[in-house]
C-alpha cells in the first residue's frame, strides 16, 4: 500500500494518488509494498528501494549509506497492537533532498500518531530531512510511552509477587505471573533495541558532515536532533533499570515458588513426625509374641489407643511451641 502526504499552509495533507502525482508528496510511505508498488515508486523518483532482505541486513554499511544523492537509514521500530504482543521489524527511512519515503513490512503506531499530529498543527516540514525529523520525534515519544506502560505494569506485578507470599495467597497465579515477567522482558529487550538503533541514526545525522551526495542535517535542525538525541539517551537509562527490575521480579518470584515448596515439604515432614511415634506402638502391639502381658488386660486396647494419641500430640505441641508450624 502506498500513502503520501504533502506540506500545505505549514501542515501535513494527505494526498489523492487517483488525481496527483508522487512527486508532489512530501512524505510518501510504502506499507508492506508489493513488487509493483515499489516499480512505480522507483521509477516516479528516481531512487532503488531496498528489498525486504536489505532491511533485515544488521551491518552498519547496510543501515546507513549514501547512493545517488538519496541518504537510506534503516531502523528497528515497534509495532505495539491491541490484543497481542508488540512487533518489532526494520523500517527503512530514504531521505532525498525535498521528501521522505519510508519503508515497511509491520504496522507501527507512530505513523499514524505523526500524520495525524502534524495535519493539526503547524510544523515547518520543507524537506526530507525535516519530515524525517518529526517522524523519529513521534517515535521517541511512542518508545517513552511504551516504558511507563511497562512501569505500571512491573508495580503491578510486584505487588501480585509479594501477594503471593502471604498465607492467602494463590499458589496458582505464580504461574501467570511468570509469563507475565517473560512478556514484559521480551517487551524491554524491543524497546532498547529500537532505541539502540534510532540513536544510531541520530549520532550518524549529528557527526556527519555537510556532503555534496545527499542531504545532512541544517543549523536549524540541530538543536531538534540534539534534544532527541538526549531523550534517547535518558529513555536507554530508563530502558536499564526496567531489566533490572524485570531480573528482580523473576527472582522474587521463583524465590516465593520455592518458599512455597517448602512449606509443603514442611509440612509432610512434620506429619511423618507425628505419626512415627504412634507406628511405632502400633508395631509393638501388633508383634505375635505369647508372653505380651498387656493382651490379658482388659483396658490393654484403650491403653494402646492412648499412648498413639498422646505420642502423636506430643510433637504436634512441640512443633506449635518452637514456632514451627
Not at 73 to 79: F, G, P
Not at 150 to 167: D, M, N, T
Not at 228 to 247: C, F, G, I, T, Y
Request: charged letters at 20%; glycine letters at 4%.
Amino acid at each position: 500500500m502506498i500513502k503520501a502526504w504533502r506540506s500545505r499552509q505549514h501542515r501535513l495533507e494527505p494526498l489523492d494518488l487517483a488525481q496527483r502525482s508522487l512527486t508532489e508528496a512530501l512524505w510518501i510511505d510504502l506499507d508492506c509494498p508489493t513488487e509493483a508498488e515499489e516499480d512505480s515508486v522507483e521509477a516516479a523518483l528516481r531512487i532503488d528501494i531496498p528489498t525486504r532482505e536489505d532491511m533485515q541486513e544488521i551491518e552498519v554499511s547496510s543501515r546507513i549509506y549514501r547512493e545517488g544523492g538519496v541518504l537510506f537509514l534503516t531502523a528497528q521500530i515497534i509495532a505495539s497492537p491491541e490484543a497481542r504482543d508488540a512487533e518489532i521489524g526494520p523500517m527503512t527511512f530514504a531521505v532525498l533532498a525535498d521528501r521522505l519515503v519510508t519503508v515497511h513490512y509491520h504496522h507501527p503506531r507512530s505513523l499514524t500518531y505523526f500524520a495525524d499530529w502534524a495535519a493539526r498543527h503547524d510544523t515547518a516540514l520543507e524537506t526530507g530531512l525535516d519530515a524525517l525529523m518529526g517522524l523519529l520525534e513521534a517515535m521517541v515519544d511512542r518508545l517513552a510511552d511504551i516504558l511507563e506502560a511497562e512501569a505500571r505494569q512491573h508495580e503491578v506485578l510486584s505487588k501480585a509477587i509479594f501477594a503471593a507470599h502471604r498465607p492467602s495467597g494463590k499458589a496458582e497465579t505464580l504461574g501467570a505471573v511468570l509469563q507475565r515477567i517473560g512478556r514484559a522482558e521480551a517487551m524491554n529487550g524491543k524497546v532498547n533495541e529500537s532505541l539502540a538503533t534510532i540513536l544510531r541514526l541520530l549520532t550518524y545525522l549529528t557527526s556527519a558532515p555537510e556532503v555534496a551526495d545527499g542531504p545532512s542535517l541544517q543549523v536549524r535542525q540541530l538543536p531538534v536532533a540534539m534534544a532527541q538525541l538526549q531523550d534517547l539517551r535518558s529513555l536507554r537509562e530508563v530502558a536499564v533499570a526496567q531489566s533490572e527490575k524485570v531480573r528482580f521480579l523473576l527472582d522474587a518470584t521463583l524465590g516465593v515458588i520455592n518458599i512455597r515448596q517448602s512449606d509443603v515439604i514442611k509440612i509432610f515432614s512434620v506429619v511423618a513426625f507425628v505419626f512415627l511415634p504412634p507406628t511405632l506402638i502400633a508395631s509393638i502391639y501388633g508383634m505375635n509374641f505369647v508372653h505380651m502381658p498387656e493382651l490379658q488386660w482388659t483396658w490393654g486396647y484403650p491403653m494402646a489407643l492412648g499412648l498413639m494419641v498422646v505420642s502423636a500430640v506430643v510433637p504436634w505441641l512441640i512443633f506449635r511451641w518452637k514456632k514451627w508450624l
